[in-house]
């Protein structure tokens, strides 16, 4: 499936190189490299085996399933854990993104249909909020969710579709304004943006 690269640039952009020894703040977990969160996702420590030492991955053991202030208490734990830049980009094209690109599509039957800077925008919102759709603070991500389905059933034109879908993700912006999260802001911008780039004149 075609994946853009603008896609893959703004994740990465958007992401940055976590470091174990500094917890992210909000309600995540321990995060190493590009937005692998331990805490949030236990099993994706393993993406790091074999780059990280025995000993290492032991000590990062002791964090999986941990979120939120808890996180925040033991990150001194992981200070002398450094994760580089060619670490980080190989378990994030090798594992993590074809991974939530995986997700995205399962989450999202029909999302093929569309222009790829759909998936890539979509995948870029999975990969920072998961793929969880129920309650209110996931209307938008449902709303998506139903609209790509239209579209790949016939029922709404192209144009139309990805119209809807950026003001969609735009209208996630409410959950973060006011909060100190500008990075978040921008990231759904991007995202929506990336979208209608994908409209015809």
Not at 90 to 116: D, H, N
């Amino acid at each position: 499936m075609n994946f853009p690269q603008q896609a893959v640039d703004l994740i990465l952009a958007a992401e940055g190189i976590d470091q174990p020894g500094k917890w992210p703040g909000g309600g995540s977990g321990i995060t190493l490299g590009y937005g692998c969160d331990i805490g949030a996702d236990p099993a994706s420590l393993e993406f790091w085996r074999g780059i990280l030492s025995n000993e290492q991955m032991d000590l990062l053991a002791t964090a999986k399933g941990i979120t939120g202030r808890a996180a925040a208490q033991i990150q001194t734990r992981f200070a002398g854990i450094r994760i580089g830049k060619e670490a980080a980009m190989k378990v994030f094209m090798c594992t993590s993104l074809p991974r939530e690109i995986t997700l995205t599509t399962q989450a999202y039957p029909g999302i093929e249909k569309p222009p790829p800077e759909v998936l890539g925008a979509v995948t870029s919102i999975v990969y920072n909020r998961g793929t969880a759709m129920s309650g209110e603070r996931r209307r938008e991500m449902a709303a998506i969710r139903d609209t790509i389905a239209s579209f790949a059933a016939g029922k709404i034109k192209q144009n139309v579709a990805l119209g809807e879908i950026a003001k969609q993700i735009r209208s996630m912006k409410r959950l973060w304004v006011g909060q100190g999260l500008d990075g978040l802001l921008k990231r759904r911008e991007a995202e929506a943006k990336m979208v209608e780039s994908a409209i015809q004149a």
